[in-house]
């Protein structure tokens, strides 16, 4: 399973009031620990922001 980076993730969002970006996911502080602290840990929330990947995986 390959790491994916906050990125290119639909959870990752811009909030215009603290002018940063942040992950909008609901999230225990088990699975945050987890995920902060195993270098090669996968986010098990990722869900990628391009709408064609599934298109060019059919292909």
Known sequence: MAAFSCDTCVFYVYD????QLYCDVEADED????????????????????????VRHQN
Request: glycine residues 4%; hydrophobic residues 25%.
């Open 16 to 19: 215009d009031e603290t002018d």
């Open 31 to 54: 699975d945050m620990a987890r995920m902060f602290g195993d270098t090669n840990a996968v986010c098990p929330y990722y869900r990628s922001n391009d709408d064609y990947e599934i």
